[in-house]
């Protein structure tokens, strides 16, 4: 029997070998990957406001992460490594995916509450931070000085009117730090390949929220549309994403890639405008700008890679950014572990 003509990486297994893509993926600029990846990561989470007047937001916060799960888990069948790892790394699985979990439960509190643009912005501080604790100097003291000017305008625009949905931007900000460190670790274990720790942690994520999620998603089986909105959710706010991101990836430098993620809020605020109508004040967008020029101007700390070596990774949870040596889901030798954020 002939064997497939194109062998997924070990690790990654997004039918993408390093150096040598296939024939048909090849044709697409990794850049144009990139791009699906970036309208997807937030095309996903405008739909799912849109879904909130069907259902609640906890049960479509559920119905998405359940749903990525089932893609991830039917593909990857994660359930055969799971008997291989140690300990550590499955209590490390476990926090991963409780931090998914209660993550991406925040994430969609928050976008019922503020604009998407907004509280994208807010999620990039912990990452630039993360890169300013790991590389100190003048250049990342610089982007950290910009992203947290950039979210103190977003936030004292919203901060009288919505100070629940700051809240909750703030904390899903401060767990996606936690989401870093955890995804890095498994990753650096070594013990879980790929995309198989991350469809592990959406199944565990599933699991933690189904007490609260799947009571509020109860509706929705009721309703097809609302069901199937659902679905859609999640396939394209977490599983579409994270498959290009890997395609991108493997042709994009580090600093490349790097430098295309600070315009993840901007493109937050562009789909929140378009989907949402969410029009952004004069204050609004110079916020959005300072975190953009804050993360384009963050140093990492891992070495810097050749202009074809594959880069680190994207966000599981509303948005997307592994930025470098921030720990973000990639592997010992700086290949990217995953998916990936908001949920």
Same mark, same amino acid.
């Given at each position: 029997m002939a064997t497939p003509r194109h062998r997924t990486r070990s690790a990654d297994d997004v039918g993408v070998p390093p150096g040598r893509p296939g024939r048909g993926v090849a044709r697409v600029p990794p850049h144009a990957?990139?791009?699906?990846?970036?309208?997807?990561?937030? #095309?996903?989470?405008?739909?799912?406001?849109?879904?909130? @007047?069907?259902v609640d937001v906890l049960g479509v916060a559920w119905l998405r992460i359940a749903s990525a799960a089932l893609v991830l888990a039917l593909w990857r069948r994660p359930w055969r490594v799971w008997g291989t790892l140690d300990r550590g790394t499955r209590r490390l699985l476990l926090g991963w995916g409780a931090v998914l979990a209660v993550m991406n439960s925040c994430f969609y509190l928050a976008i019922d509450r503020l604009p998407l643009g907004t509280v994208a912005a807010i999620e990039f501080v912990p990452v630039v931070a993360l890169a300013a604790l790991a590389v100190r100097g003048v250049r990342n003291a610089a982007a950290l000085g910009a992203a947290v000017a950039g979210v103190w305008l977003l936030t004292d625009v919203h901060l009288v009117a919505e100070p629940v949905g700051v809240a909750f931007a703030v904390v899903n900000a401060l767990l996606f730090a936690g989401y870093v460190v955890l995804a890095h670790r498994v990753a650096s274990s070594g013990q879980v390949p790929g995309l198989d720790g991350l469809a592990l942690s959406m199944v565990i994520a599933s699991v933690v929220a189904l007490p609260v999620g799947l009571w509020q998603a109860a509706p929705a089986f009721l309703?097809?549309?609302?069901? @199937?909105?659902?679905?859609?959710?999640?396939?394209?706010?977490?599983?579409?994403?994270?498959?290009?991101?890997?395609?991108?990836?493997?042709?994009?430098?580090?600093?490349?890639?790097?430098?295309?993620?600070?315009? #993840?809020? @901007?493109?937050?605020?562009?789909?929140?405008?378009?989907?949402?109508?969410?029009?952004?004040?004069?204050?609004?967008?110079?916020?959005?700008? #300072?975190?953009?020029?804050?993360?384009? #101007?963050?140093?990492?700390?891992?070495?810097?890679?050749?202009?074809g070596g594959p880069a680190p990774g994207p966000r599981p949870g509303g948005g997307a950014v592994g930025l470098g040596g921030d720990g973000r889901g990639h592997r010992r030798d700086g290949e990217r572990h995953r998916a990936p954020r908001r949920a």
């Open positions: 990957w990139f791009v699906v990846s970036a309208v997807f990561h937030y #095309l996903g989470p405008a739909f799912a406001v849109l879904l909130f @007047a069907r309703d097809p549309v609302a069901l @199937a909105a659902g679905i859609g959710v999640g396939i394209a706010s977490s599983v579409i994403p994270y498959v290009c991101d890997q395609l991108a990836m493997a042709r994009l430098s580090r600093a490349t890639y790097a430098l295309m993620v600070s315009l #993840l809020p @901007a493109t937050a605020t562009v789909v929140g405008v378009v989907v949402l109508t969410q029009v952004p004040s004069t204050l609004e967008v110079l916020g959005v700008a #300072l975190v953009v020029a804050g993360v384009a #101007l963050h140093r990492s700390a891992g070495p810097p890679r050749s202009a």
